[in-house]
C-alpha cells in the first residue's frame, strides 16, 4: 500500500452522514510553526507567534539572498524579543531560525 492510497479520501456510501466534531486542544500539546521571513515587518507576526507559545522555525533563506542588512535587523529584533521573554533561538544552517519560547530550550551540545 502506498502512502497515496492512505491519504485519499474514503468513498461515502449512499446514505451515510458523516457529522464534524471540534477537536479538542489537549494538555501538554506545544504548536510547531513553520514561517517564512520575506521583509522586516513580518518580525512583528513572528514575535506574537512565539509570544503565544508556539515554536517557529523561520525559513530566512529569502530574505538572506535579497538584502543581508534587512535579515541582520530582523534577526536582531527577534533576538531582543526572545531575551526579554526567556526564549532561545538558534541558526541552524544557513537557512533557518529556530525561536523557541521560555518553556522550551535548544539543545546546543551533548551531555556529559
Known amino acids: ?28 500539546k506545544v504548536n510547531v510553526r513553520i514561517e517564512t521571513l520575506r521583509d522586516y515587518i513580518d518580525t512583528d507576526r ?26 541582520k535587523r530582523a534577526v536582531d529584533k527577534l533576538k531582543k524579543t526572545c531575551t526579554a521573554m526567556n526564549g532561545d533561538m538558534v541558526g541552524v544552517d544557513e537557512d533557518f531560525l529556530v525561536i523557541t519560547p521560555n518553556f522550551a530550550r535548544i539543545f546546543r551540545g551533548r551531555v556529559i
Do not use: H, T, W, Y
Request: charged share 45%; no cysteine; glycine share 6%.
Open 46 to 71: 513572528i514575535q506574537q507567534l512565539v509570544r503565544e507559545g508556539n515554536v517557529v522555525f523561520l525559513k530566512i533563506k529569502e530574505l538572506r539572498n535579497r538584502d543581508m542588512s534587512e535579515l
Open 1 to 28: 500500500m502506498a502512502i497515496k492510497d492512505l491519504l485519499k479520501k474514503p468513498k461515502k456510501e449512499e446514505g451515510e452522514e458523516f457529522v464534524e466534531i471540534e477537536q479538542p486542544v489537549e494538555e501538554g
